[in-house]
């Protein structure tokens, strides 16, 4: 058995000195606790919403928004954004649109979308869709646009017929910065998805649960939603982390 | 213009340039090019930085659209012909997402070869190449020699009837471009293959070579054709023998005296 590395546990510093600054802010009597609950008390609550249940419901449909919105926006993003790609032309007569609403906050959109699709669900799903989507078309047009030259004139010295060596080396080339894309998308989708429950009238998500605590200021509920709401977005990129390791293994190496 | 029919190659020509003109920005580059460049024979190419070294056998091998003039490939068209290219940028020629074998394969799958006659080419090759590391590593797994290595056993595995190479050498070291350098030869003994390699170290370019293409400045013309006959294989101690320095001084002196005028 080899010595226990210490730096191993660097990771952990940075919690607990929130966790320590979160306690002094209270012992101090800086903030109220009826503003910030103690850390060990949040930390119960959260605990308990967990074991009990409490939060699936919530926590489940802002899940299943998030994805409905992120599959939608996949499925549209990243064939437009690898056509567009191949196309410099295409892509420079759109370019103003897609950087200019990618440039806006969509949650700014929220209003015309209301227009659009009234107080519904799929008004929260297609504007966190439409958020996504953009980037995921950037994504995948840059993803093609910047694909090594040589590899495609190495095809092209090879005979490969041109439909192969959009298929067999283009689209190879673009995965990297396609699923930088993707995981941008996801991450915006559940931005949108949680501000489209806090305001677009919802019975459900975490979005609702945070903002009906605040309303009857139940902050133990409101930070404990807080940091599971934190804990879905960090995970949700892990796994796109992970799944980019795994199958974009060249990525950053060639 | 000049045409093959006005200028009939030489025989035993396998590359026929003709009346070739080549323009970047308005400023041209090759004007009136006529070049016969004989079968089976290993060319190096010569001369000052950008003085088109790279254009001519990117033109040569379609990568680089000509202005006007021809070429033609014992009378055939580019499309017509198997070639095979190895770049001096081995990293971004391969294929990262496929393992070295499957880069080597690749081109004789898109080919529609069985299963079986593809193994039986990727053994072929790599028994040529005496490769010891393991085929099934990624290309980024590599060392930049045996990238190099892979690149050129992908170039050769269709067995084309010309190979060009640029700058082949420049990215690696020396113990790596003596290998690369026998292996060309015995590529070129055993297949027939035309080479065209360009090259910027006058020592690798005789080395390797049946003739040396010495370049001028732009507008860039043919300053000398040479010959050099010493018999192959060539070990590396060859470089020591009075026939290549011979060569080598006398390119030398030509390299020089376009430099001057
Ligand atoms: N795509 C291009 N656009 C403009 N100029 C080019 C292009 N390719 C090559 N050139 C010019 O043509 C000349 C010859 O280039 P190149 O064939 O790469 O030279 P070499 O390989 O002999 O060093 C250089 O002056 C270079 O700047
Ligand atoms: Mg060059």
């Known amino acids: 058995m080899g010595k226990f590395d210490t730096k191993k546990l660097l990771p952990l510093v940075g919690p607990l000195l929130l966790y320590a600054v979160w306690e002094f802010a209270l012992d101090s009597k800086a903030i109220k606790p009826v503003l910030l609950p103690p850390p060990m008390d949040t930390l119960q609550y959260l605990w308990g919403s967990i074991t009990s249940g409490a939060v699936n419901k919530d926590l489940l449909a802002t899940i299943l928004r998030t994805v409905y919105a992120f599959v939608i926006a996949t499925v549209i993003g990243v064939p437009l954004g690898i056509a567009l790609g191949s196309s410099v032309n295409l892509y420079r007569s759109v370019e103003f649109l897609v950087d200019f609403f990618r440039s806006t906050p969509s949650s700014a959109l929220i209003p015309l979308f209301l227009l659009i699709f009234g107080i519904t669900d799929t008004n929260k799903v297609a504007i966190a869709a439409f958020a996504a989507v953009l980037v995921i078309i950037f994504n995948s047009a840059y993803g093609v646009m910047n694909a090594k030259k040589t590899r495609v004139m190495a095809a092209i010295t090879m005979g490969i017929p041109r439909r192969f060596i959009f298929k067999d080396v283009l689209l190879m080339e673009s995965l990297p910065q396609t699923f930088v894309g993707l995981r941008g998308g996801i991450s915006m989708a559940l931005v949108i998805v949680i501000v489209a429950e806090m305001f677009i009238g919802s019975e459900n998500g975490l979005g609702h649960r945070i903002i009906d605590a605040q309303q009857v200021f139940n902050v133990k509920e409101m930070y404990s939603s807080i940091l599971i709401t934190g804990a879905l977005g960090y995970v949700m990129n892990l796994a796109f982390l992970m799944l980019e390791r795994h199958l974009i293994h060249w990525s950053g190496k060639a | ?261």
Request: hydrophobic residues 45%; proline residues 5%; aromatic residues 10%.
């Open chain 2, 1 to 261: 213009m000049t045409t093959v029919l006005q200028l009939p190659a030489v025989a035993g020509t396998h590359v026929t340039i003709r009346g070739l003109h080549k323009s970047f920005a308005g400023v041209p580059l090759y004007q009136e090019f006529n070049l016969d460049i004989p079968r089976g024979k290993i060319i190096s190419i010569f001369g000052p930085n950008g003085c088109g070294k790279s254009t001519l056998i990117n033109m040569i091998s379609g990568l680089t659209a000509i202005d006007s003039g021809e070429i033609l490939f014992d009378g055939k068209s580019l499309k017509e012909t198997d070639i095979g290219y190895v770049f001096q940028n081995y990293r971004d020629a391969l294929f990262p997402w496929m393992s070295a074998w499957d880069n080597i394969a690749y081109p004789l799958k898109r080919r529609g070869l069985g299963a079986d006659k593809v193994k039986a080419r990727v053994r072929e090759l790599a028994d040529l190449f005496e490769i010891k590391f393991n085929l099934g590593l990624f290309p980024y797994e590599l060392s930049g020699g045996q990238q190099q290595t892979v690149c050129i056993m992908r170039a050769l595995a269709t067995k084309p009837e010309i190979l060009f190479l640029d700058e082949p050498f420049s990215a690696l070291d020396f113990e790596m471009t003596l290998f690369i350098r026998a292996k060309l030869q015995e590529a070129n003994l055993l297949a027939g293959v035309t080479m065209m390699i360009v090259s910027h170290d006058l020592e690798d370019a005789v080395f390797l070579a049946d003739r040396i293409l010495l370049l001028t400045r732009r507008p860039t013309r043919v300053a000398e054709f040479m010959h050099f006959d010493m018999p192959r294989p060539r070990a590396p101690e060859a470089v020591s023998a009075p026939e290549f320095i011979q060569t080598k001084s006398a390119a030398l002196q030509i390299f020089q005296r376009e430099m001057r005028s």
